[in-house]
């Protein structure tokens, strides 16, 4: 994508200042929009996928884990080798990690465990090590999702507002996206008591 483009995209954003000054007039950027860790069904730590961005050169990139609900978090350290490892992802009804009332809406259990709706792992955790990493690596880094399309297959989007607005930069237009509109997000109480009102209770086109 040539720098004008994202010029042009993302102009109304501070991600366009943070791109002008590092890129020039007619630089092609690598980037990334589509990336899982064990937030939800990838099989390494946030740490190791942000590494392996830098590693492999890339200009920019987004985390995009799929809508729904997820067992774990995305803890773990920066793995330089032994790839697909969920060693050290914990399970957020782990009470000796994680306070017993940590996770907000409806009740969904898998495999014994409890799950952390995607709209809270968003807003609450992901996006926090997505600051993290843009304070590590000192590039674009997106808080994205793949969006589990009502009727239809997986979609990897974002919202920018927020996400680059100081002082207090969030993801919560994305959290409150995946809570109305994911297919595979059934909680009905949660976003709703954020004030969240709209949402699309099945997952047919209409």
């Not at 002008?20 to 630089?27: Q, S, T, V």
């Not at 997820?70 to 009804?93: H, I, K, M, S």
């Not at 709209?119 to 589990?148: C, H, M």
Request: hydrophobic share 35%.
């Amino acid at each position: 994508m040539k720098h004008q483009t994202w010029k042009a995209v993302l102009s109304s954003s501070a991600l366009a200042l943070t791109l002008c000054g590092w890129l020039h007039a007619g630089e092609w950027v690598a980037g990334d929009f589509h990336q899982h860790t064990t937030y939800s069904d990838g099989s390494n730590p946030f740490a190791t996928v942000m590494n392996q961005n830098d590693r492999f050169g890339l200009d920019w990139w987004a985390n995009s884990e799929h809508g729904g609900a997820f067992a774990t978090d995305a803890a773990g350290p920066v793995l330089t080798n032994g790839f697909d490892t969920r060693e050290y992802a914990r399970f957020w009804d782990d009470t000796t990690v994680y306070p017993a009332d940590l996770i907000l809406g409806d009740v969904k259990m898998s495999g014994g465990h409890r799950l952390m709706w995607r709209w809270q792992s968003l807003r609450d955790f992901s996006f926090a090590n997505v600051l993290e990493a843009r304070s590590t690596y000192f590039k674009p880094i997106i808080q994205g999702y793949e969006w589990n399309v009502p009727g239809h297959e997986h979609c990897s989007m974002t919202i920018l507002n927020n996400q680059f607005e100081l002082p207090s930069p969030n993801c919560i237009p994305v959290a409150q996206f995946e809570y109305l509109f994911d297919g595979r997000d059934t909680d009905m109480t949660g976003g709703l008591a954020q004030g969240w009102t709209g949402k699309n209770p099945t997952n047919d086109h209409a």
